[in-house]
């Protein structure tokens, strides 16, 4: 009988790379609150008012900037053995899995996605799937989205504070 497809799987981050995750989750907070701090300054705004807006617009980016940041790191994991590889490796260094293409298999009934070709529990054939194309360009597009609404938001207040 031969062997079982293997599943992909996913392991816990380390403690580096979860330090390196917050980081670049907590960072916009700050990055909003010195953007925003000549308005308290200027005395057109309370010290409340910068911490609120710096948590609530910096919280945004960095829950983008959060997941980017999981994500990136998660990409370096050999899907087949967790093995932590360096960036654009072609070939897991533990278990030699293609992380290049990735390959994928499905069955036709959609029970269980494998990194090998082989047999659905079912009985049925795995089929290969479209290799996948990542994030970049949903990530860079929905990153300028919210920074020109970021820019927007600030040049809307600044004219607001000006009329006053």
Known sequence: MSEEPRQPQR???????????AAWSIAPIGVAMVAMSPFVLADRASFADLVAASVVYGGLVALA???????RLQARQC?????RNPRDGVACSACGYDLARRPRYRCSENHVVTLDPGT??????????????????????MLRVGGWMLVF????????????
């Open 11 to 21: 392991g816990p981050l380390t403690t580096r790379e979860r330090g390196i995750v």
């Open 65 to 71: 900037t959060g997941f980017v940041a999981y994500d």
């Open 79 to 83: 899907p087949a053995c967790t093995a």
């Open 120 to 141: 659905c529990p079912c009985g049925r054939r795995l089929q290969p799937l479209p290799e996948p194309r990542g994030i970049g360009r949903e990530v860079t597009g």
């Open 153 to 164: 938001l600030l040049a809307v207040g600044l004219v607001l504070q000006w009329l006053n």
